[in-house]
């Protein structure tokens, strides 16, 4: 199993742009998660899905945050416009529905950089 | 969820036994301990979980205190690779609530 997988590992982008970053979780699990991990916050979740529907939107900044996860193998989560504190490092993470919840497996992130 | 206490940075001599404290005196009766660690430029990786038994793993040993109000997780003979920030979570399986990442403690294992 490859693991689950995001891409860009890395972004670069100007304030103001639309970012997207994308997530495929491991093939089978039904939960995915979206955190995002600063020096000075730690590890934040932002929004879960369950069976492709979101459960809990409570952690995502503000409106310029999106997610969507239109299928069961593939999540993005986009920002639009874009701005130099969203920069922070994005995971994304997956477990079977019905499984604890508690054994994530993360991906190996994005690093975004918001200039 | 019970909130945890863990000190923020630890040495350890390679080859040794790694002990990594975590206090959670608040814990109810039915919230898990749970271990993840996240290496640098890494995601975070499950480690292991116990409820009030010790537990043992391929990659660590968790011990509970009776009391459930402490828990060490150890790492039998440490190696450079395990230099990473080790996150104590206590929580309810199955709760709608997800993880919630503490601060964690600071592991460097040194040569």
């Known amino acids: 199993d490859a693991g689950v997988i995001q891409s860009p590992r890395h972004e670069v982008t100007e304030m103001g742009q639309e970012v997207t970053l994308r997530c495929k979780p491991i093939?089978?699990?039904?939960?995915l998660f979206w955190y995002r991990q600063t020096m000075m916050r730690g590890l934040e979740l932002l929004i879960y899905?369950?069976?492709?529907?979101?459960?809990?939107d409570s952690g995502m900044p503000e409106d310029r945050f999106s997610a969507k996860m239109p299928n069961a193998s593939f999540s993005t989560l986009k920002i639009q416009p874009s701005e130099p504190r969203d920069s922070a490092v994005y995971f994304c993470?997956?477990?079977?529905?019905?499984?604890?919840?508690?054994?994530?497996?993360f991906g190996s992130g994005t690093q975004l950089s918001v200039l | 969820d019970a909130k945890t206490t863990q000190p923020p940075s630890m040495d350890c001599a390679e080859g040794r036994a790694a002990n990594l404290p975590c206090n959670h005196s608040?814990?109810?009766?039915?919230?898990?301990v749970y271990w993840y660690r996240q290496i640098h430029s890494q995601g975070p990786q499950y480690i292991i979980h116990?409820?009030?038994n010790n537990e043992t793993n391929e990659m660590a040993s968790l011990i509970i205190t009776e009391d459930r109000k402490s828990s060490t997780l150890i790492l039998p003979h440490a190696t450079l690779r395990d230099t990473a920030v080790y996150y104590c979570?206590?929580?309810?399986?199955?709760?709608?609530?997800?993880?919630?990442f503490g601060s964690g403690t600071q592991l460097t294992v040194l040569p």
């Open positions: 093939s089978g699990h039904n939960s």
């Open positions: 899905f369950n069976n492709n529907v979101p459960i809990d």
């Open positions: 979570i206590v929580r309810v399986p199955g709760s709608a609530r997800q993880l919630t």
């Open positions: 608040t814990i109810s009766g039915n919230e898990y």
């Open positions: 993470a997956s477990t079977p529905l019905g499984h604890t919840n508690e054994k994530l497996f």
């Open positions: 116990g409820l009030k």
